[in-house]
């Protein structure tokens, strides 16, 4: 059974930093592709980044590029987003996801396999 669990998210103010986690288990390949999306309040959830564990490609999306950074873990199935700079507008439930295969720029909701639970970064203005 595949599982996820995203963790980190919390109150920050406007400009500060935040890093989120995710750890996964029950992967059954080494080639696997790890996300974020983010849900804020009344819109629809969007994609914000994502990395191939195997050959290292990764994608952000145009509100975040150059302010977060994705990262895979020293442990096969960990992976993080590091957050700097944050706007009120990245106040969202953020999640984590997998998938086989590469990141190859944005892959839209319905093609990720699995899901973790999301946890919620609050930005104050």
């Known amino acids: 059974e595949v599982q996820l669990q995203a963790s980190g998210g919390g109150l920050v103010q406007a400009g500060g930093s935040l890093r989120l986690s995710c750890t996964f288990s029950g992967f059954p390949s080494a080639d696997y592709t790890l996300g974020w999306f983010r849900q804020a309040p009344g819109k629809e959830r969007e994609g914000v980044s994502c990395l191939s564990r195997a050959d290292g490609n990764f994608y952000y999306a145009d509100s975040v590029k150059g302010r977060f950074a994705i990262s895979n873990g020293d442990i096969r199935g960990t992976a993080s987003l590091q957050m700097k700079s944050l706007e009120f507008d990245d106040t969202a439930v953020y999640y984590c996801?997998?998938?086989?295969?590469?990141?190859?720029?944005?892959?839209?909701?319905?093609?990720?396999?699995?899901w973790g639970t999301g946890t919620l970064v609050t930005v104050s203005s």
């Open positions: 996801a997998a998938r086989p295969g590469f990141c190859s720029g944005y892959i839209p909701e319905s093609q990720w396999n699995y």
